[in-house]
């Protein structure tokens, strides 16, 4: 009787829902793999150069690069996780701390975030810059211990200059005891842009993760997929597609990963038990969609006031009228879209910029692919450009309303 009655509960139906997946958890990029195939060799020269600390010396600074996704993060904390492992079993005057940058990105702030894994019990906050400074000198001096810092995203650190300059220096100062610095950058101009003196401090060793290739991102897969999903759920040729595709990307690990795990919901979302091909381009769209409004959520206030423009007029049907008066709609003389983009800014009380610096944002956001732009062909007088969005127009238009209006 009372099963009968539960028949159309909605929570008796979530439970039934079927899943593809055993753990959903293990198929997100937080997760930390416990092997790291195609990467012993980095994984063997980063240990070997951190030995050196439990030889009481201090090791050479080393700066890693890579393209996002190529594994620099989880290599380096799987060597950290080792060393840990090793100081706990037998003992040991070393010590580290890692840092993300993009969360702690000044000097000050990198300096406090390391304190608070070396001084557990204590809080920094509202220190002066000398004592926290001082601080780490003397957690490093008083125990004659060599400590290792790593900084990731190294590059979001603003004033880089000077906190490099101070770690280093940190080893002039100290009698015992050492600090040594692995800087980890995504970015891989970003050496080139640094300071002689900086770049000759952090760069005393450095070393590059290349890129995956697509069979290299399929036995990836293939590990996390047997750990992720139930067993015969994945079809062979899903794994394949996704990893095809982040390997024509940029041999992104994690592109690979994040296509996986959206594969496996759309299956879930739709009752099917097996992630198939389709999932996967289902996935690739939605993950795209993603990162290009996430971009747009981003973008300088101004250039997202022209994007909202071009959002708006392409939503309400508007476009040019050919000479043989037919209107294609969607498209935009670049001065019609300026006189859009100036009243939008006028009512929300902005200050519009010059048709010249409109240009250059037009130029720019055409580089993202968010807009695709022509110079007018036959049909049209003159010449003059035309503008098109390269995404969903009320997509855009619903983000920008969010960003801009906040509604
Ligand atoms: N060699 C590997 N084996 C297994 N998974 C990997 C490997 N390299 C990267 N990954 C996966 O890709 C994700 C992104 O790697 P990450 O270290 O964050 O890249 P990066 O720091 O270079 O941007 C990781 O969370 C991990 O899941
Ligand atoms: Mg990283």
Same mark, same amino acid.
């Not at 993060?73 to 580290?96: A, P, R, W």
């Not at 015992?176 to 980890?184: E, F, N, P, S, Y």
């Given at each position: 009787?009372?099963?009968?009655?539960?028949?159309?509960?909605?929570?008796?139906?979530?439970?039934?829902?079927?899943?593809?997946?055993?753990?959903?958890?293990?198929?997100?990029?937080?997760?930390?793999?416990?092997?790291?195939?195609?990467?012993?060799?980095?994984?063997?020269?980063?240990?070997?150069?951190?030995?050196?600390?439990?030889?009481?010396?201090?090791?050479?600074?080393?700066?890693?690069?890579?393209?996002?996704?190529?594994?620099?993060?989880?290599?380096?904390?799987?060597?950290?996780?080792?060393?840990?492992?090793?100081?706990?079993?037998?003992?040991?005057?070393?010590?580290?701390?890692?840092?993300?940058?993009?969360?702690?990105?000044?000097?000050?702030?990198?300096?406090?975030?390391?304190?608070?894994?070396?001084?557990?019990?204590e809080d920094f906050i509202g220190y002066s810059s000398a004592f926290v400074y001082e601080k780490l000198?003397?957690?490093?001096?008083?125990?004659?211990?060599?400590?290792?810092?790593?900084?990731?995203?190294?590059?979001?650190?603003?004033?880089?200059?000077?906190?490099?300059?101070?770690?280093?220096?940190? @080893?002039?100062?100290?009698?015992?005891?050492?600090?040594?610095?692995?800087?980890?950058?995504?970015?891989?101009?970003?050496?080139?842009?640094?300071?002689?003196?900086t770049k000759s401090a952090l760069l005393e060793r450095e070393m590059v993760f290349p890129p995956y290739?697509?069979?290299?991102?399929?036995?990836?897969?293939?590990?996390?997929?047997?750990?992720?999903?139930?067993?015969?759920?994945?079809?062979?040729?899903?794994?394949? $597609?996704?990893?095809?595709?982040?390997?024509?990307?940029?041999? /992104?690990?994690?592109?690979?990963?994040?296509?996986?795990?959206?594969?496996?919901?759309?299956?879930?979302?739709?009752?099917?038990?097996?992630?198939?091909?389709?999932?996967?381009?289902?996935?690739?769209?939605?993950?795209?969609?993603?990162?290009?409004?996430?971009?747009?959520?981003?973008?300088?206030?101004?250039?997202?006031?022209?994007?909202?423009?071009?959002? $708006?007029?392409?939503?309400?049907?508007?476009?040019? /009228?050919?000479? @043989?008066?037919?209107?294609?709609?969607?498209?935009?003389?670049?001065?019609?879209?300026?006189?859009?983009?100036?009243?939008?800014?006028?009512?929300?009380?902005?200050?519009?910029?010059?048709?010249?610096?409109?240009?250059?944002?037009?130029?720019?956001?055409?580089?993202?692919?968010?807009?695709?732009?022509?110079?007018?062909?036959?049909?049209?007088?003159?010449?003059?450009? $035309?503008?098109?969005?390269?995404?969903?127009?009320?997509?855009?238009?619903?983000?920008?309303?969010?960003?801009?209006?906040?509604?």
């Open positions: 009787m009372i099963q009968q009655q539960l028949f159309d509960n909605i929570f008796q139906k979530q439970l039934e829902k079927t899943s593809v997946f055993t753990d959903r958890n293990i198929i997100t990029p937080h997760y930390t793999p416990k092997s790291l195939p195609f990467r012993d060799r980095q994984i063997d020269e980063i240990s070997q150069l951190l030995s050196t600390s439990l030889q009481g010396a201090k090791p050479n600074n080393l700066f890693i690069y890579g393209k996002v996704g190529t594994g620099k993060t989880v290599t380096v904390n799987n060597v950290l996780v080792q060393l840990q492992e090793f100081i706990v079993h037998n003992g040991s005057k070393v010590d580290f701390a890692y840092v993300n940058c993009r969360n702690h990105n000044t000097k000050y702030k990198a300096i406090t975030k390391a304190l608070a894994k070396f001084y557990p019990q000198l003397a957690y490093a001096g008083g125990q004659d211990k060599q400590l290792i810092l790593v900084l990731d995203e190294v590059d979001k650190v603003k004033d880089l200059d000077e906190l490099i300059y101070a770690l280093t220096r940190a @080893n002039d100062e100290l009698e015992q005891g050492g600090i040594a610095l692995i800087g980890i950058s995504n970015n891989l101009f970003f050496k080139d842009k640094l300071d002689a003196r290739n697509a069979s290299e991102l399929k036995a990836i897969l293939e590990e996390r997929v047997k750990l992720a999903f139930k067993p015969n759920s994945v079809k062979d040729s899903a794994i394949n $597609l996704a990893s095809a595709l982040a390997a024509q990307e940029s041999g /992104d690990a994690r592109a690979a990963v994040m296509l996986m795990l959206r594969a496996g919901e759309e299956a879930d979302r739709n009752l099917i038990n097996e992630v198939t091909d389709h999932h996967v381009s289902t996935a690739k769209s939605r993950v795209e969609e993603e990162v290009t409004l996430n971009m747009v959520e981003t973008l300088p206030r101004q250039q997202q006031i022209v994007i909202y423009a071009l959002s $708006l007029m392409t939503v309400q049907g508007h476009g040019y /009228d050919k000479l @043989n008066g037919v209107r294609e709609k969607g498209v935009f003389f670049s001065g019609d879209a300026y006189r859009e983009y100036e009243r939008i800014a006028k009512s929300m009380s902005e200050q519009s910029v010059s048709s010249r610096w409109f240009r250059e944002y037009v130029n720019e956001l055409e580089t993202y692919g968010i807009l695709v732009t022509t110079a007018s062909g036959k049909g049209v007088r003159g010449t003059t450009t $035309l503008i098109k969005l390269g995404f969903d127009a009320r997509k855009l238009q619903k983000v920008l309303e969010k960003e801009l209006m906040g509604v």
